[in-house]
Nanobody
């Protein structure tokens, strides 16, 4: 049974950091492209980062580039999202998602291309 479980969310002050984890079970995650998405209240769920299955290349939306880092630990079957210099506008529910094989171009940030989803973890950036 394919399962993704996010953890690591919480309340943090502006300028702070959090590391989110996405633990995969039921499949070998490095054969899958893994994306991180977020959804703020009243807004659509949008992609912010992706790590490719093919070569581990990483991709970021402009809104998080230079502040967030995606990585994977194949031994733990886990993907991480290190979030630094957090802003109030980063407040959202964060989801990880998986799709077998590589993704290209804008599909990396398109939720319709992903087959498996976690339940989400809340990140709140507030003083």
């Amino acid at each position: 049974q394919v399962q993704l479980v996010e953890s690591g969310g919480g309340l943090v002050q502006p300028g702070g950091s959090l590391r989110l984890s996405c633990a995969a079970s039921g499949f070998t995650s490095h054969y899958y492209s893994i994306g991180w998405f977020r959804q703020a209240p009243g807004k659509e769920r949008g992609g912010i980062s992706c790590i490719s299955s093919s070569d581990g290349s990483t991709y970021y939306a402009d809104s998080v580039k230079g502040r967030f880092t995606i990585s994977r630990d194949n031994a733990k079957n886990t993907v991480y999202l290190q979030m630094n210099s957090l802003k109030p506008e980063d407040t959202a529910v964060y989801y990880c998602a998986a799709r077998f094989g590589p993704l290209y171009g804008s599909s990396r940030f398109d939720r319709s291309y992903y087959n498996y989803w976690g339940q989400g973890t809340q990140v709140t950036v507030s003083s």
